[in-house]
């Protein structure tokens, strides 16, 4: 089992910033991928970027170039450092661990929102 704790959501105006974090814990020696999906109201849960264990990544076409992932594996911790947010970017922030073995693992959310 692993177990994943967000943190870094809030209200941010349109062109700002904000880091996510997610902590991982638990049987985290067989993770392979780490990454970030949204879900906004009435809409299916996107994928917006993940980090693959030998750091290579990918992202949504709508967040590339404004959004990077990282990941520190002395921490096992992943980030999402957003900047340039639109309102479009409002959802809930879900992190996501996904091992050898294909099963997935679930963060509780974390809200963001744009607005001014």
């Known amino acids: 089992q692993v177990q994943l704790v967000e943190s870094g959501g809030g209200l941010v105006q349109p062109g700002g910033s904000l880091r996510l974090s997610c902590a991982a814990s638990?049987?985290?020696?067989?993770?392979?991928?780490m990454g970030w999906y949204r879900q906004a109201p009435g809409k299916q849960r996107e994928l917006v970027a993940r980090i693959f264990s030998g750091a290579s990544t990918n992202y949504a076409r709508s967040v590339k170039g404004r959004f990077t992932i990282s990941r520190d594996n002395a921490k096992n911790t992943v980030y999402l450092q957003m900047n340039s947010l639109k309102p479009e970017d409002t959802a809930v922030y879900y992190c996501?661990?996904?091992?050898?073995?294909?099963?997935?693992?679930w963060g509780q959310g974390t809200q963001v929102t744009v607005s001014s």
């Open positions: 996501n661990a996904q091992n050898y073995s294909l099963e997935d693992y």
């Open positions: 638990g049987s985290i020696f067989n993770i392979n991928t």
